[in-house]
């Protein structure tokens, strides 16, 4: 049973041309994030939403937006993507935070996006 | 901020072979430790993690891992490999009363029949 679902698996976009990759998760998470693993990386951290709250991280490009219209979705929007951008983008969620203790995060299967 | 490092980027051993990857994390405050795998083509998956008491503690498929305080380390063990085990590891620490969940560069493991 799937728990946290990325769509779609493969998206082919064109430079420049926005894209949205979506995230739904089944456990009721407060908290949801969206990674990019480069080939050979760690997963680096985008950002992330503590409920309808949005944590930028610092060095993330403004190119990358995100919205999260209720608890069981997510989404990533890349507003105009560059060859650079070609990754699997992860979503992740946890039950976390703010003095309410930690849980692991759970990891969909990714999207993987290439730019042509 | 936090930081994870991970020295071994890329692991080669034979079946039957005894397996240490190495974890430093820099925080000076509470942390979570996780041990995630990535296996060729599909997705992140938990180890094993420690969040409070027995420093040594033990995950999937024979797979251990401890926490030393003292020296920020939390290396992933597993006394004798297979070959099933060629993947990717990664070391992640979550920093404790935040909501981060850093990642580390990641060891790439292959093992050989």
């Known amino acids: 049973d799937a728990m946290v679902i990325q769509n779609p698996r493969y998206q082919v976009t064109q430079f420049g041309k926005p894209v949205t990759l979506s995230c739904s998760q089944t456990?009721?998470?407060?908290?949801m994030y969206w990674y990019q693993q480069k080939s050979s990386q760690a997963p680096k951290l985008l950002f992330h939403?503590?409920?309808?709250?949005?944590?930028n991280e610092a060095d993330t490009p403004d190119n990358f937006q995100s919205r999260r219209p209720n608890t069981s979705f997510c989404f990533l929007d890349i507003r105009s993507p560059g060859l650079g951008d070609a990754a699997m983008y992860l979503c992740?969620?946890?039950?976390?935070?703010?003095?309410?203790?930690?849980?692991?995060?759970?990891f969909g299967q990714g999207t993987r996006l290439t730019v042509v | 901020a936090q930081s994870v490092s991970q020295h071994n980027h890329h692991v080669i051993l034979s079946e039957a072979a005894s397996l240490e990857l190495g974890c430093n994390y820099s925080?000076?405050?509470?942390?979570?430790l996780f041990w995630y795998v990535q296996y060729p083509g599909q997705h992140l998956q938990l180890l094993l993690k420690y969040f409070s008491g027995d420093p040594l503690v033990k995950g999937i498929k024979g797979f251990e891992a401890e926490f030393i305080k003292s020296k920020f380390s939390f290396n992933l063990r597993k006394p004798s490999v297979q070959w099933s085990d060629t993947a990717e590891y990664f070391c992640?620490?979550?920093?404790?009363?935040?909501?981060?969940?850093?990642f580390g560069t990641g060891t790439r493991l292959q093992v050989f029949p």
């Open positions: 925080y000076g405050g509470t942390v979570n």
């Open positions: 939403y503590y409920d309808k709250d949005f944590n």
């Open positions: 992740a969620t946890s039950s976390a935070g703010q003095g309410r203790g930690y849980t692991e995060a759970f």
């Open positions: 992640a620490v979550n920093a404790y009363n935040t909501d981060k969940l850093i």
């Open positions: 456990l009721n998470h407060n908290v």
